[in-house]
Nanobody, 121 residues
Framework: QVQLVESGGGLVQAGGSLRLSCAAS????????MGWFRQSPGKEREFVAT????????YYADSVKGRFTISRDNVKNTLYLQMNSLKPEDTAVYYC??????????????WGQGTQVTVSS
């Protein structure tokens, strides 16, 4: 089992930055691919970014490429999402997930409870 707890969400103006964190406990964090997803009211859960467990290879959704950066600290068992140049359309609940290096939510075994990010115009 893996427990995931997100933090770092909040309210920010357009053009601002936030850094989300996802603290993991349980199974060995360093052996897991990880990802970030987001969901807005009335929409399906959307892929944001993923990072592999071994080489730290990353992959991003086109909508966030160049603005967001996913990273991990295998010593602190923490996943991060640095979000810069935020836009109102980035407003959503952000979830971290563990268990895959994938853009599909169905590939992940574990999910956090989510953290709200609101970007005002």
């Amino acid at each position: 089992q893996v427990q995931l707890v997100e933090s770092g969400g909040g309210l920010v103006q357009a053009g601002g930055s936030l850094r989300l964190s996802c603290a993991a406990s349980g199974r060995t964090f360093s052996s897991l691919g990880m990802g970030w997803f987001r969901q807005s009211p009335g929409k399906e859960r959307e892929f944001v970014a993923t990072i592999s467990w071994l080489a730290g290879v990353t992959y991003y959704a086109d909508s966030v490429k160049g603005r967001f950066t996913i990273s991990r600290d295998n010593v602190k068992n923490t996943l991060y999402l640095q979000m810069n140049s935020l836009k109102p359309e980035d407003t959503a609940v952000y979830y971290c997930a563990a268990g895959a290096y994938s853009a599909s939510p169905t590939g992940y075994d574990y999910w956090g409870q989510g953290t709200q990010v609101t970007v005002s115009s």
